[in-house]
C-alpha cells in the first residue's frame, strides 16, 4: 500500500538515480541487519553506521576483488567507497603476499589485524554521513519516514515493526535489490552476465571450477607445454590460465584457456592482455579447432570453439574489457 513502510524501501530502490549504487547497498545492510533478530521489542531499534558500513565495504570488496565492477558513473573518479575497498585490497595482497581472491567475510579476521583497517572504515562510515544515510529517505523531493536520522549523527533508529517486515519480505526484497544494481552497473560496466555477478556475490558461492577437464584439449595444441604468456617450456604442473581474465567473462571457455607457468599466471594477475597475446590466443584457437575437427572430437568444447571463431569472440570481449 503507498505510504507504508514497505512501500517506501521499494519506491526507492526503484527509483533513485543511477549517480552510484550506494543506495542499493544501504538498503541490502538494512535488510542484512533485519535478518539477525526477531524484533519482538516496541522500542525503536538503534542502529550504527560502523554496522552498515562494515556490511557495505564488504559488498564493495566482493564487486571489486572478484569483478572490479565500476559502481560510479565516472571511471576516473570512482565512489569514495570503491577507492576504499581497492586500498585495503592492496594493503591485503601486500600483507599475505597473495592476489588470489577471497570473498571479505573470509578474511575479515585477518583484515581486522592491519593497521589500514579501522582508518579506511572510518573513512566508509564519514561516506555514508554525507552522502548515503540522510539521502537515502529522499524521493522525488519527498522525505520518507522509514528510519529517524540526524545528520552527521553515527546511528540512526528505526521501529522493530520495519525491521520485521524487511525479515519477512527478505527473499522478495533481494531479488529486487540485486535486479535494480545489477540496472544500474549495466550502465557502467562492459562486462558480461553483470546479474549474476551481483547475485552471486550475495549467494557466497563465487568458486572457480577445476580445469583440469580442459588440459586434454590445450594439450593437442602444446603437447610441449610451453608457457603461452613467457614462451619457456614448463618443467611442472603448468597452471591453467584466461588470457582474457576470469573476473570479465565469468566464465571458463576453451577458446580462452592456456597453459602457463604458475609464477607467470601469479604475477599476471587480473591484467587485461596487449594485442599481441590476443592475436596469439586467435591463432592457437584455429590451430586447435583444425586438430579437433581432424580428430573427430565435436564435442561441446569444439562447438564453443567454432562459434567462438565465428563470432570473433576473443576480439569482441577482449575489447569490451579494455
Not at 522500542?43 to 570488496?61: D, F, G, Q, R, V
Not at 572457480?208 to 584439449?217: G, S, V
Not at 610451453?226 to 571458463?252: A, G
Request: charged letters at 25%; a positive charge.
Amino acid at each position: 500500500m503507498k505510504g507504508t513502510f514497505l512501500y517506501d524501501f521499494v519506491d526507492v530502490i526503484k527509483n533513485c538515480s543511477y549517480s552510484n549504487t550506494y543506495k542499493m547497498a544501504w538498503a541490502k545492510s538494512l535488510l542484512e541487519i533485519a535478518l539477525e533478530d526477531e524484533w519482538h521489542t516496541h522500542h525503536p531499534i538503534t542502529i550504527s553506521l560502523e554496522t552498515m558500513a562494515e556490511n557495505i565495504l564488504k559488498y564493495y570488496w566482493n564487486h571489486t576483488y572478484f569483478f572490479n565492477l565500476i559502481q560510479g558513473s565516472n571511471p576516473n573518479k570512482p565512489p569514495e567507497i570503491i577507492s576504499i575497498a581497492r586500498k585495503l585490497i592492496t594493503a591485503y595482497q601486500n600483507a599475505y603476499n597473495t592476489f588470489y581472491p577471497e570473498r571479505f567475510e573470509r578474511v575479515t579476521h585477518k583484515l581486522k589485524t592491519l593497521p589500514e583497517y579501522n582508518q579506511q572504515l572510518k573513512r566508509v562510515v564519514k561516506t555514508l554521513k554525507q552522502d548515503v544515510s540522510y539521502r537515502f529517505l529522499y524521493l522525488n523531493k519527498r522525505v520518507l519516514p522509514m528510519y529517524q536520522y540526524e545528520k552527521k549523527s553515527n546511528t540512526f533508529t528505526i521501529e522493530p515493526a520495519h525491521l520485521k517486515q524487511l525479515k519477512n519480505h527478505a527473499y522478495m526484497l533481494f531479488d529486487i535489490i540485486n535486479y535494480r544494481w545489477a540496472l544500474i552497473l549495466e550502465t557502467y560496466n562492459s562486462s558480461p552476465r553483470i546479474a549474476k555477478k551481483v547475485k552471486i556475490t550475495e549467494e557466497r558461492k563465487i568458486k572457480r571450477a577445476p580445469l583440469q577437464k580442459y588440459y586434454e584439449k590445450i594439450a593437442l595444441d602444446n603437447p610441449k607445454q610451453i608457457c603461452f604468456l613467457c614462451n619457456k617450456v614448463i618443467v611442472e604442473t603448468p597452471s591453467i590460465d584466461h588470457v582474457i581474465p576470469w573476473s570479465y567473462l565469468y566464465s571458463d571457455d576453451l577458446w580462452n584457456l592456456v597453459f602457463v607457468h604458475k609464477s607467470c599466471n601469479a604475477s599476471k594477475s587480473n591484467r587485461v592482455p596487449d594485442e599481441s597475446l590476443i592475436k596469439k590466443l586467435e591463432a592457437r584457437n584455429r590451430n586447435l579447432l583444425k586438430l579437433l575437427g581432424d580428430m573427430k572430437k565435436t564435442d561441446k568444447h569444439f562447438h564453443e570453439l567454432v562459434l567462438a571463431e565465428r563470432e570473433n569472440t576473443v576480439q569482441k570481449f577482449w575489447i569490451g574489457c579494455q
